[in-house]
T-cell receptor
């Protein structure tokens, strides 16, 4: 039984570009949460999707947006990339809004 | 708002030494408390959790007790192994009945265990 999967593993973009990251939740999970982890820091909550709607949002600008599909998979979109957006982006899934679901391995985004 | 404070690392120990990583939190009500571990090049793994005061979470020899009076959730292990070398994160979320389950993490503590 596959856990949370994310793609791509690594990504390099330049300032001003747009990026889309993808997450497939663990089988049986219906809620997806996204986190940003800067180097040497703890993850910071971006937003959570449940029933295809954004249910909770952290302190991130509108450049960060997301989507959840009927099969519960999710995308994170970041527009107008800044150097400071370079980070590991983690996806977590759970059944319901429970905060202790599993995490994926992350997507490492580098903005040059 | 919610916040988590962890002791700064790195923590360097010899194999079989006793481990304590301190964690204190600020939150209203009774949050759920977690410890996550991140091995090099991997994602986060849930190590243990506690959802109410005086609960003790335990897993793989690690344990932590939810102390409401001191707002703490210190991680302990009686005898560490080289394989325990990783970064440990303390985290909290709002109580289950609030429906708000975003995790707030500390900055992490790197543990290095030497043979």
């Amino acid at each position: 039984d596959a856990g949370v999967t994310q793609s791509p593993t690594h990504l390099i973009k330049t300032r001003g570009q747009q990026v889309t990251l993808r997450c497939s939740p663990k089988s049986g999970h219906d809620t997806v949460s996204w986190y940003q982890q800067a180097l040497g820091q703890g993850p910071q909550f971006i937003f959570q999707y449940y029933e295809e709607e954004e249910r909770q949002r952290g302190n991130f600008p509108d450049r960060f947006s997301g989507h959840q599909f009927p099969n519960y998979s999710s995308e994170l979109n970041v527009n107008a990339l800044l150097l400071g957006d370079s980070a590991l982006y983690l996806c977590a899934s759970s059944l319901g809004a429970g905060g202790d679901g599993g995490f994926g391995p992350g997507t490492r985004l580098t903005v040059l | 708002g919610n916040s988590v404070t962890q002791m700064e690392g790195p923590v360097t120990l010899s194999e079989e030494a006793f481990l304590t990583i301190n964690c204190t939190y600020t939150a209203t009500g009774y949050p759920s408390l977690f410890w996550y571990v991140q091995y090099p090049g991997e994602g986060l793994q849930l190590l243990l959790k506690a959802t109410k005061a005086d609960d003790k979470g335990s897993n793989k020899g690690f344990e932590a007790t939810y102390r409401k009076e001191t707002t703490s959730f210190h991680l302990e292990k009686g005898s560490v192994q080289v394989s325990d070398s990783a970064v440990y994160f303390c985290a909290l979320s709002d109580p289950v009945d609030t429906g708000r389950r975003a995790l707030t993490f500390g900055s992490g503590t790197r543990l290095q265990v030497q043979p």
